[in-house]
C-alpha cells in the first residue's frame, strides 16, 4: 500500500522529513508521495511517520 496527499494540503513541510524512505518532496503546489518509495513505513515504525505530524490531515490511503 501507499499512501498519498490530497489537494487539501497547505505545503507546510511537517511531513518529507519524517519520511524514512524519502517518498514524499515538493510538488508543483503541493507535496507529493512517491507511490513507489511508500511502504508506509513499515520495517522502520508501526504506523506511518508523516499522517500525525500533518496539520490539516490530507494525507491519506491511496
Known sequence: M??????????CGA???E??????SVGDQTFTIDPAKCTECEGFHDQPQCVPVCPVECIVKA
Open 2 to 11: 501507499a499512501l498519498k496527499i490530497t489537494n487539501e494540503c497547505i505545503s
Open 15 to 17: 511531513c518529507e522529513p
Open 19 to 24: 519520511c524514512p524512505n524519502e517518498a514524499i
